[in-house]
């Protein structure tokens, strides 16, 4: 079975800062990874992916994420966080059945 | 840009009644997934279609869940009969073929009291 873990339930930065959302996977082969982004009752919206290739990948609104395969971390980054970047993030993967499995999520709140 | 259409956005409804969801893909995704989301926890997927067939519905609690896409288009999901411990927010999400991420949709918060 594959499983996600955001060991943070809240993370805390400065705005101007910068900033890094933790998550490990578990799945077997080759793991497509997704982060995922989710504001006060709403649909959750697509940042970036990690399918082949590059290590560090870049989504949407300064985000990057960093692949990791021998720790099995895809880590979320963005070098000077916003109060706007406030929100709840999730790390998702999918494995060989494109079933897409979610971490429990990471409350984000930037400072002014 | 096309969007998943859900309705409807919210859901007051009474336990032991029957409650439905409706979920529009974006045109040409044969991939459709709901998920359940308790508040301030991760999406927990009842059901994956690909599209009319049901991939997986290891988690859908077939005592009172069910769900279908019989065009392989929209779909459905129906609770019958809701139970207080069903309130939560019901997400759709859809993927096309050729790529792998999911687009969702707005969601429906269904309250049972």
């Known amino acids: 079975a594959q499983s996600v873990a955001q060991p943070e339930d809240q993370v805390n930065v400065a705005e101007g800062n910068p900033l890094t959302v933790k998550c490990t996977y578990s799945?077997?082969?080759?793991?497509?990874l997704f982060w995922y982004v989710q504001y006060p009752n709403r649909g959750l919206q697509f940042l970036l992916k990690?399918?082949?290739?590059?290590?560090l990948v870049k989504g949407s609104y300064g985000f990057e994420a960093e692949f990791n395969k021998s720790q099995t971390s895809f880590h979320l980054k963005k070098p000077s966080a916003l109060v706007s970047d406030s929100a709840l993030y999730f790390c998702a993967v999918m494995g060989s059945a494109r079933q897409l499995t979610f971490g429990s999520g990471t409350q984000l709140t930037v400072l002014p | 840009e096309a969007e998943v259409a859900q309705s409807p956005r919210y859901k007051i409804t009474e336990k032991s009644q029957a409650v439905a969801f409706w979920c529009d893909p974006i045109?040409?995704?044969?991939?459709l997934y709901w998920y359940r989301q308790i508040l301030g926890q991760g999406p927990e997927l009842l059901v994956q279609f690909q599209d009319e067939s049901v991939v997986d519905d290891s988690q859908l609690p077939k005592d009172r869940f069910s769900a279908e896409r019989l065009k392989g288009v929209d779909s459905t999901l129906k609770i019958q009969p809701a139970e207080l411990g069903d309130s939560a927010m019901y997400l759709c999400a859809t993927r096309d073929r050729r790529n792998t991420e999911a687009f969702f949709g707005q969601g429906t918060r269904l309250t049972v009291v």
């Open positions: 990690y399918i082949t290739g590059d290590n």
């Open positions: 799945v077997s082969g080759n793991p497509y």
């Open positions: 045109s040409g995704h044969a991939t």
